[in-house]
């Protein structure tokens, strides 16, 4: 199999380091945050910290086609320390682009992100193709700073920019049969070079219950740091759902379907006994392979250590918790 906790990582060694001065700026940074004030002014931190560390990347550049992004209080808002826009941005998942997580960074560029459409569809009223532009306008975008929690031990936080996925779901109009929402990202391989790879079964396919696809803290996503989504990290758009494993948080989607039943997801299909349909995160229920009672903080921690516990829900549980009240959380991981 291809996942492998530490992979990669002899990348980054040097982004480790994070000089005093960077982090103070940070806490000034979330300060302003709290005010309400942070999209413009974490975009900037992060173009200073690139240059003071002499390594900045090529970037989108601004979410231009929004009107001012605003900082968010839905509850996702988390005080830690942002993870270094370098770190964001070159050391990904993204299969379609290659199993090393250097590859996306250095792939992904062939992506073609415009024009691009999503099809929303199935158990709806009100079916419809949406433009891009059209989607970055639905909602006011909102700056979230969620951390991510990848099935394979490690973590980051991410100040991304998006709206909740509920606005566009409310605008379709779900019938009764709606149960399961099927989230269908890109599967072009002209633009993507291992799709058509046996890695996995293409298109990457992903899905939520209703309820959990409805819940404010699912965010249908745009960009992060204040600015347009790299190609790698799911350009143009991506969902997250913070208090999933990583591997839920769909890339580069083109379809939104609305179905009765649950729907089969790559790595379902993949691997069934690893992967649940479900994959909350849970330090009580370990992956075959690894212990999901740690997690290494990405730029955090020293090299190969898992220092931090992993939290119920990824420390969401005060949010979501009630969505699986009941649940047998062993049994549907
Ligand atoms: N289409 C697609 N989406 C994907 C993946 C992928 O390989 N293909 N990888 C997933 C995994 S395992 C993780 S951890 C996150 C990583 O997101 P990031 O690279 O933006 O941090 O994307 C998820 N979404
Ligand atoms: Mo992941």
């Not at 996995?200 to 209703?210: A, I, K, Q, S």
Request: charged residues 25%; positive net charge; hydrophobic residues 40%.
């Amino acid at each position: 199999m291809h996942f492998h906790p530490d992979r990669g990582f002899r990348h980054r060694v040097a982004s480790e380091i994070t000089p005093q001065a960077v982090y103070e700026r940070r806490r000034d940074c979330l300060r302003l945050m709290a005010a309400g004030a942070a999209g413009p002014v974490l975009a900037a931190w992060a173009a200073r910290d690139a240059r003071a560390q002499g390594a900045a990347p090529a970037r989108p550049g601004k979410l231009a086609a929004l009107p001012g992004v605003r900082a968010s209080v839905a509850g996702g808002v988390t005080m830690e320390k942002p993870t270094r826009y370098e770190d964001v941005t070159s050391y990904n998942n993204f299969y379609e682009f290659g199993t090393d997580k250097a590859d996306p960074a250095k792939n992904a560029h062939t992506l073609k992100t415009r024009p691009w459409t999503v099809a929303v569809e199935g158990e709806v009223r009100k079916p419809k193709v949406y433009d891009l532009d059209e989607l970055l306008k639905l909602s006011p975008q909102e700056e979230r700073i969620y951390r991510m929690r990848c099935v394979e031990g490690w973590s980051m936080v991410i100040p991304w920019v998006g709206w909740s996925l509920s606005e566009l779901i409310k605008r379709v109009e779900p019938t009764g049969n709606a149960k399961y929402v099927e989230f269908v990202s890109l599967a072009d391989p002209k633009t993507m070079p291992f799709v058509g790879s046996r890695v996995l079964d293409w298109p990457y396919v992903e899905g939520l219950r209703m309820d959990e696809a409805m819940h404010p803290l699912t965010l249908l996503t745009f960009g992060l740091y204040g600015e347009v989504l790299p190609n790698q990290n799911g350009a143009p758009v991506r969902l997250n759902v913070p208090w999933k494993y990583g591997f839920k948080n769909a890339k580069s989607i083109v379809r939104i379907r609305f179905v009765e039943k649950e729907p089969r997801t790559a790595w379902n299909k993949a691997a069934m006994q690893e992967y649940g349909f479900y994959s909350n995160v849970n330090p009580t229920v370990d992956h075959p392979r690894w212990s999901q009672a740690t997690e290494r903080r990405i730029g955090e921690d020293g090299l190969f250590s898992k220092k931090r516990p992993t939290l119920m829900f990824n420390g969401y549980e005060a949010q979501v918790g009630s969505l699986y009240a009941g649940m047998d959380l062993k049994k549907f991981y």
